[in-house]
């Protein structure tokens, strides 16, 4: 396999666990920021999509799988309800790559009962926007940190 490949499937597959995965192996790669912002939304929305589908069965799964028994009423369960009440899908999508993963942003909205097309289009803009910034600033300004 090319080095360039390489290259390329790791900055998708780190966008597709954590969204600024992607834009700081692109720094670390040396790609142009075009190339990472697309493999990095590429790697959010393959991220939304098999979660979307999967929906409530892969958050009982994961939730079985690794976590313990889940209470109903916890300080982040309150916060998620707050931030989706005060936000709604629009608000998630926008900061799922801030301050959530691709699966942990794609779950929460699914748990709450929201289609998967509305899901996938919020998340779609969501990606090219962060990416675009991501990508550029990482490009641009990350060679001085």
Same mark, same amino acid.
């Given at each position: 396999?090319?080095?360039?490949?390489? $290259? %390329?499937?790791?900055?998708? !597959?780190?966008?597709?666990? $954590?969204?600024? +995965?992607?834009? @700081?192996?692109?720094?670390?790669?040396?790609?142009?920021?075009?190339?990472?912002?697309? #493999?990095?939304? @590429?790697?959010?929305?393959?991220?939304?999509?098999?979660?979307?589908?999967? &929906? *409530? *069965?892969? $958050?009982?799964?994961?939730?079985?799988?690794?976590?313990?028994?889940?209470? !109903?009423?916890?300080? @982040?369960?309150?916060? *998620?309800?707050?931030?989706?009440?005060? %936000? +709604?899908?629009? /608000?998630?999508? =926008?900061?799922?790559?801030?301050? #959530?993963?691709?699966? /942990? &942003?794609? #779950? !929460?909205?699914?748990?709450? +009962?929201?289609? $998967? /097309?509305?899901?996938?289009? %919020?998340?779609?803009?969501?990606?090219?926007?962060?990416?675009?910034?991501?990508? =550029?600033?990482?490009?641009? =300004?990350?060679? =001085?940190?």
């Amino acid at each position: 396999m090319p080095v360039s490949l390489v $290259k %390329y499937f790791t900055v998708y !597959l780190l966008s597709t666990l $954590k969204f600024i +995965g992607g834009p @700081a192996s692109g720094l670390v790669f040396g790609m142009n920021w075009p190339e990472t912002a697309l #493999l990095t939304i @590429a790697g959010m929305m393959t991220s939304v999509v098999v979660f979307s589908m999967l &929906g *409530k *069965k892969a $958050k009982q799964w994961i939730s079985h799988r690794f976590g313990k028994k889940e209470k !109903l009423f916890t300080r @982040a369960n309150r916060r *998620k309800v707050n931030i989706w009440r005060k %936000y +709604g899908l629009a /608000g998630v999508a =926008f900061l799922t790559p801030v301050f #959530l993963t691709p699966i /942990g &942003g794609t #779950l !929460l909205a699914s748990s709450f +009962g929201e289609s $998967k /097309g509305r899901i996938w289009g %919020y998340m779609f803009v969501s990606a090219v926007f962060w990416g675009v910034v991501f990508s =550029f600033a990482m490009t641009r =300004f990350g060679k =001085f940190w």
